[in-house]
């Protein structure tokens, strides 16, 4: 059993420490990676909470300590804890519970199981079944490389996979992971798996995605994809290239889906 991450701010010294940072404004670098030259309080004890997620004091699915052991914790009122941790909630880093308390996200829950697969169908809910057709590892390909934030040659996972609604093909999926992130990661792992593969690599590599950006275009179904989901060669198809990150802004994946949208859309919501 791998031993547990050092809980570091029980340490009366390394505590001050932290303390001195967050009101010397310098924590926001942990969330934008850089030091901007004025952010709120709550914003700072807010990258200070992410920091202790990054360092995996409190892992996918477990409570966090409440809002008053937070504060004395940080040295601040309880208020401006509450507002940090209201504001990780709205990005779907934490999780309240009426009466329990809060918990960090994790895709394993059934209402954030689709949280980044925004394909529905025309009628009825969505419901689809994974076929995995490959698992290898390789070397990464420059262009991959360089969204990933590795080097050319670098190790690297791919996953194909067939998403399907009703035995009908929906979604044909080309997923890049980092490999030193992912040993051990095989086509029989992610055979023996059933729920959503974010929810596995939480769970057994560590690898909590917390937000990803997309780019959306409309391009003609080639020979290959064209034989796998199952339509005419120049069928009209979505592509969504999807760019994931874990804490720190790190990118740890990297997906490119050919959506079928004949019985499906698109959905998104703008806030």
């Not at 409570?63 to 804890?81: M, N, Y």
Request: aromatic share 8%.
């Amino acid at each position: 059993m791998p031993a547990a991450p050092p809980n570091f701010l029980n340490d009366p010294e390394r505590q001050e420490t932290i303390r001195q940072a967050a009101r010397a404004e310098t924590v926001a670098s942990v969330l934008h990676g850089s030091t901007p030259a004025f952010s709120p309080l709550y914003q700072q004890i807010k990258a200070l909470i992410i920091a202790q997620l990054q360092a995996g004091e409190w892992k996918a699915g477990e409570v966090i300590p409440s809002e008053l052991d937070l504060a004395k914790r940080f040295g601040v009122s309880q208020g401006t804890v509450r507002k940090a941790i209201d504001e990780m909630a709205a990005d779907n880093l934490l999780v309240r519970r009426q009466g329990k308390g809060t918990f960090v996200a994790t895709h394993a829950e059934q209402k954030v199981q689709y949280r980044f697969l925004r394909l529905m169908p025309d009628e009825g809910k969505e419901s689809l079944e994974r076929q995995l057709l490959d698992c290898r590892r390789q070397r990464a390909p420059a262009a991959i490389a360089k969204q990933l934030q590795m080097r050319s040659g670098d190790a690297m996972v791919e996953v194909r996979r067939l998403l399907s609604r009703q035995g009908v093909p929906v979604v044909l999926d080309d997923i890049w992971l980092p490999g030193d992130l992912f040993k051990g990661l095989t086509t029989e792992r992610l055979n023996q798996h059933r729920g959503p593969f974010y929810g596995l690599f939480e769970a057994e590599f560590g690898v909590h995605m917390i937000r990803a950006q997309e780019k959306i275009r409309a391009v003609a179904a080639d020979e290959e994809s064209a034989a796998l989901l199952q339509v005419a060669i120049g069928t009209p198809l979505l592509s969504v290239e999807r760019l994931s990150f874990t804490y720190g802004d790190k990118a740890v994946e990297l997906r490119r889906g050919l959506y079928n949208t004949e019985s499906h859309f698109y959905r998104n919501e703008l806030n």
